[in-house]
Each structure stands twice: as structure tokens, then as C-alpha cells.
């Protein structure tokens, strides 16, 4: 027993721990005067994800590897079954309904795609035009179903996330800069698809004051409240535009307005503290890691929390498009909470078999 707890990363425990305090105060402070009942939705959503991450604390990192090309495949079945039996919430077709919860099978798919993509580059060095042909047809392909649903935000996370790893398995640079190219050059294109809402949230960025009670409302009403926070904040529970719900989708993707107005810069501060902190020790487990598998899976999943944050502050903050990626560990949501805790779970059981002294497995050693 006293092993098993010398084994774990407790940096990483902590500030896990401290982001989950913050998020369920917040989340507090968002709904206290609506619906009362997600909060509680919230608990139950965090034992089931607490629940994952132990687990995934005692199953060995190369059962996980094992474990991919299956958890991808049913991954992208599910997100195939959502246009045809998904249930549509706020003009968007993204759950599939289990009974006890909505389950967003997008969710699911962005830890699928990092797990395939670190197995099949932790098998193989990276050096073929085959091998950035497979990668990419894996992350396309979940993509292309994300994209119609609508789901900009996520089919970006994904995307960026798998572009991650093929920086970070090693591939030459050349072809980066190739893909580089061929997606600026592809931008007409997606602007051709995309909603007539989505081109205009990336219009209302560059004059949020253009439409003040339409596609700028969300973002002029979050600047007000974040701007109104000040260095120490309104109090807790005492800010004007949570309380008077001026802000919209408060206790979701709009939640980092609420900390800000009534806790302030310095709540900010340490919660962006607590977001550097998280990431740094994924990176230096990622470092330490026996095995090729496990260290790009830590990568991955480093990379989807910084895409996560980085574009729900900006977007809150009227610095990048909204495009709708709840804030990790402090916006409601159960798919989301329970697949972040599930990431962490891999990352710690990987902190804890580096601790064991196993050789390192270099590209090319079979998982087992």
C-alpha cells in the first residue's frame, strides 16, 4: 500500500484536485440562482469520472496500446450512428442519448485518435509518406463526421491534437510545411462550407459592436463581466452579470466569465497558474516515460488541454471566434469531465511506471 502511494505523481494529484475544487465552486456560483440540480448532475458526473481514473491508474500503458485501434473503432462507429439517431440540443446534433446521461461521442473520439496515432507511430519510425497517409486518414475521417454536426471547436482540437503528434513522433518538417501550405491555400474552400453563423462569429470577432444584440451580444456581455471583475472580483456570488443572467451559457462555456468577474485578476491568475502547472507535469512525465507509446500519449493529451483552454479564454475574451469548448474542469459537462479524468488516469499510470526503471522502448519494440 505504502509503495502504491510512493508511486503515484503527486504534483499531478494535487493540481488535479485543485482545478476540481475551483470548477465545482464556480459552477456553484454560476447556477446557484437557476438549476440547482446540474450541480448535483456534476458530482455524480465526477465520481464516474473519478471512478475511471483510478482505473486506469492500474491498467498497464501497453493494454492501453493494445486497447487503441478497438476504443477508435467504436469511437467512429458511435459518431457515425449521431446524424442518424442523435439527439439535437441548441441547433446542434452532437449526443446520443443513453438514458442516465447524453453521451457527446466527439468526446471519446479526440482520446481515441491520440491513443491510435501514439500506437501506430510508437510502432514504426516515422519517416514514409505511408505513414503520414494512415495518420491523416485517421484524423480526417473522424473530422469529416464532427464538422457536419456542427462542431468547429472540437473538429479543430482534434486536428490539433493529431498535428501534435506527428511533430512529436518525428516526421520531416518538409511535409509539414507542405500540409502548411495546402491548408491556407484550402481556406476559401472552408469558408464556402461553413454555417452562415459560423462565418459570422468570425466576422463579429473583428467588430463585436457591428451586431450588439445578435452573433457580438455573447462576447461584448463576457468582456463586461470580466473587464467589471477587477483585481479582486465582485465577491463570490455577488457578480451582476451572472446573477442578472446577462451572460450567456454561464455554467458552460462562458463559465471562465464568471470566476473572472467575481473573483477577479487574481482568480484568473491562479487558475491559469493551476492550467500551467497541469500541463508542465504532463510534459515531465511525458520526459520520463519508459516507453515511446507512453510518452506521445502524454503529449497528446497535453495538447488538447492547451488547445482547450487557450480557445475557450480567447474566445471568452473576444480574441478568437466562440466556437463552443467548455473551460477543462470548470464548465458543466459530463462527456467532457469524465474523458479528462480518464486522461489523467493514463498519464499517472504512466508517471507510475516510470518510476519501475524499465528500459526505454524505442520505435519499432512491439507493446507487449
Known amino acids: 500500500m505504502i509503495r502504491a502511494l510512493r508511486s503515484l505523481d503527486w504534483p499531478l494529484l494535487a493540481t488535479m484536485a485543485c482545478l476540481i475544487a475551483l ?13 440547482a440540480a446540474l450541480w448535483r448532475r456534476q458530482l455524480i458526473f465526477l465520481s464516474i469520472g473519478f471512478s475511471v481514473f483510478l482505473f486506469l491508474c492500474f491498467v498497464p500503458v501497453r493494454v492501453v496500446g493494445l486497447a487503441s485501434w478497438p476504443f477508435y473503432i467504436v469511437a467512429l462507429l458511435l459518431l457515425a450512428m449521431v446524424p442518424l439517431i442523435g439527439d439535437v440540443q441548441m441547433g446542434a446534433r452532437r449526443w446520443l442519448d443513453l438514458g442516465i446521461m447524453n453521451l457527446q ?8 485518435l491520440m ?38 471547436g472540437t473538429t479543430l482540437v482534434l486536428l490539433f491534437a493529431a498535428t501534435a503528434l506527428l511533430i512529436a513522433s518525428g516526421l520531416p518538417w518538409r511535409w509539414f510545411g507542405i500540409a502548411v501550405t495546402l491548408s491556407l491555400a484550402s481556406l476559401p474552400v472552408l469558408w464556402h462550407f461553413m454555417h452562415a453563423y459560423q462565418k459570422q462569429r468570425v466576422l463579429t470577432l473583428l467588430d463585436p459592436q457591428s451586431d450588439p444584440l445578435g452573433a457580438g451580444y455573447h462576447v461584448i456581455q463576457s468582456t463586461i463581466a470580466i473587464g467589471s471583475g477587477g483585481l479582486f472580483g465582485k465577491g463570490y456570488m455577488q457578480g451582476t452579470q451572472a446573477s442578472l443572467h446577462f451572460l450567456p451559457e454561464q455554467h458552460t462555456d462562458f463559465i471562465f466569465s464568471v470566476l473572472a468577474e467575481e473573483g477577479g485578476f487574481v482568480a484568473a491568475f491562479i487558475l491559469l497558474l493551476l492550467y500551467t502547472t497541469l500541463i508542465t507535469r504532463i510534459l515531465i512525465i511525458s520526459s520520463r516515460a519508459h516507453s ?19 480557445v475557450n479564454i480567447g474566445m471568452v475574451s473576444g480574441l478568437l471566434p466562440v466556437v463552443g469548448l467548455p ?9 467532457a469531465l469524465v474523458t479528462m479524468l480518464a486522461a489523467l488516469g493514463l498519464v499517472m499510470r504512466v508517471a ?17
Not at 473551460?327 to 462527456?335: A, D, K, T
Request: overall charge negative; hydrophobic content about 50%; charged content about 15%.
Open 23 to 35: 470548477g465545482l465552486v464556480t459552477l456553484y456560483a454560476a447556477i446557484h440562482q437557476g438549476d
Open 105 to 112: 461521442p466527439s468526446e471519446l473520439m479526440k482520446w481515441a
Open 115 to 152: 491513443l491510435v496515432l501514439a500506437s501506430w507511430f510508437a510502432s514504426r519510425e516515422a519517416d514514409s509518406l505511408k505513414d503520414l497517409g494512415v495518420a491523416l486518414a485517421l484524423a480526417l475521417a473522424p473530422a469529416s463526421l464532427i464538422i457536419i454536426q456542427p462542431d468547429l
Open 292 to 310: 515511446r507509446f507512453g510518452s506521445l500519449v502524454c503529449i497528446g493529451i497535453a495538447s488538447v488541454f492547451l488547445l482547450y483552454i487557450a
Open 327 to 335: 473551460l477543462p474542469f470548470i464548465s458543466y459537462g459530463g462527456s
Open 352 to 368: 507510475i511506471e516510470s518510476k519501475d526503471h524499465i528500459p526505454w522502448q524505442r520505435p519499432g519494440s512491439p507493446l507487449v
